[in-house]
């Protein structure tokens, strides 16, 4: 996929200029359906990219002769000064992050560098190059961590218990405090975990549905997993990112919450994916103490009315229908690269 050389992009538009959108972490899971929905809005779309020496964009391989890549890193700030000011976007959204959980005990200081510091690098490109421009933070209920209150809504109090959730905590404040002291139209958006056939394969949807597809087709005998009490509030990615840009749609910039507000545990994943394909699950997970977490977050539910009553916004596919297409998608991947030989 080709990867555009700066250019300098003229200012002047007319009313026909299509919305120009900017998205970081296009490559990821949300960035992906991001880019797919704005294109379909009528945007412009402009993905920032790391350098590696493979690349790695599967998840936009299909609408790559659509969107514009550019070469940039949430580490080097200049790099992200030179990307806004040359592609002068209308609306940022900031999805790049070091986003799995585990890797941030491994990582801390990397994961507060993308996830958190990563976060002002963008705004200030933003005031320095032109602070009309609209931005999306993605925040995470991780911030909540080891909450007291359930459901969770903007109002509750934060308790990370990962570095990952403390790198999102700076972020949202960061975003929060932009808006306040320099007029930036800032939104932080808390997303509850949105999963999809997309998902990373180490997260634990993901990890659930390729198992169960691959133990089903014969390529797999067993499946090791850590927290089966585990409680999360899943939805489905594809109707999270429409709830990014409604967000930066509305004459007020503000912070919500996105979720479907039911929660599941890690045993109703697995029954539920391991039943789709009519197999009991008990025959082939087991547990493994070297997945627990040094800190877990057990009672993860969202309260999603401020996003219902404001923004018009609401979640179409339940926590059943997404194990049942997320199990689907592995167990056709999983057939092809089989009768390919891959496997
Ligand atoms: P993901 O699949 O892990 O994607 C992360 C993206 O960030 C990838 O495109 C990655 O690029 C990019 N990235 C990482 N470090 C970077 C750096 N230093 N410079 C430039 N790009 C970098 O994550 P996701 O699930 O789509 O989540 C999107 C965002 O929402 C993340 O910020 C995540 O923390 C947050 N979030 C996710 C959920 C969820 O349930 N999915 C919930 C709440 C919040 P490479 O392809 O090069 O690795
Ligand atoms: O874990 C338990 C694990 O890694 C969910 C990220 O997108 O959502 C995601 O973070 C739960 C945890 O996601 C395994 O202990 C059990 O309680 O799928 P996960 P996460 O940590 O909730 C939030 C909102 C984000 O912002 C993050 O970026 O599942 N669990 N056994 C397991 N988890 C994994 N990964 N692997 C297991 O074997």
């Not at 790049?96 to 200081?109: E, Y």
């Not at 976060?119 to 961590?145: C, H, K, N, P, W």
């Not at 014969?218 to 409680?231: R, T």
């Not at 045993?267 to 994916?273: F, G, H, K, P, Q």
Request: charged residues 25%; contains cysteine; glycine residues 6%.
């Amino acid at each position: 996929m080709s990867i555009n050389q700066p250019v300098s992009r003229q200012k002047s538009e007319s009313k026909d200029t299509p919305r120009r959108a900017l998205i970081t972490g296009i490559t990821g899971q949300d960035g992906a359906y991001l880019a797919e929905f704005l294109l379909e809005m009528g945007y412009e779309v402009h993905g920032m990219v790391r350098r590696s020496s493979t690349e790695s964009f599967d998840r936009i391989e299909h609408i790559h002769g659509h969107i514009e890549l550019h070469q940039a890193d949430l580490l080097d700030q200049l790099s992200i000064i030179t990307l806004i000011s040359d592609v002068r976007p209308h609306e940022v959204y900031n999805l790049a992050a070091q986003s799995f959980v585990p890797t941030s005990w491994l990582q801390p200081l990397l994961t507060g560098e993308f996830t958190g510091l990563g976060v002002t690098r963008v705004l200030e490109a933003i005031r320095l190059v032109d602070t009309g421009i609209r931005f999306y933070q993605a925040s995470s209920s991780e911030m909540f961590g080891a909450v007291d209150e359930e459901p969770q809504t903007e109002a509750t109090p934060f308790y990370p218990r990962s570095p990952y959730g403390v790198a999102k905590v700076y972020g949202h404040w960061i975003t929060v405090n932009y808006r306040e002291s320099y007029d930036i139209f800032a939104c932080s958006g808390m997303l509850f975990n949105h999963e999809s056939p997309r998902r990373g394969k180490e997260f634990v949807t993901r990890k659930v549905s390729d198992a169960v597809a691959r133990i089903k087709l014969g390529v797999q005998d067993s499946l090791s997993l850590g927290n089966l009490d585990a409680a999360r509030d899943w939805g489905y990615a594809g109707d999270y990112v429409r709830a990014m840009w409604l967000m930066l749609q509305q004459d007020k910039p503000s912070d919500y919450v996105i979720a479907t507000g039911e929660k599941h545990t890690v045993r109703d994943l697995v029954e539920l994916a391991f039943n789709h394909v009519g197999l009991d699950w008990q025959k082939y997970v087991c547990t493994d103490p070297k997945l627990l977490r040094p800190a877990e977050v057990n009672k993860l539910r969202g309260d999603a009315t401020k996003a219902r009553n404001e923004l018009g916004w609401r979640p179409e596919v339940d926590f059943p229908s997404l194990v049942r297409m997320m199990v689907d998608a592995d167990l056709e991947r999983v057939e092809r690269e089989i009768n390919e030989q891959k496997l």
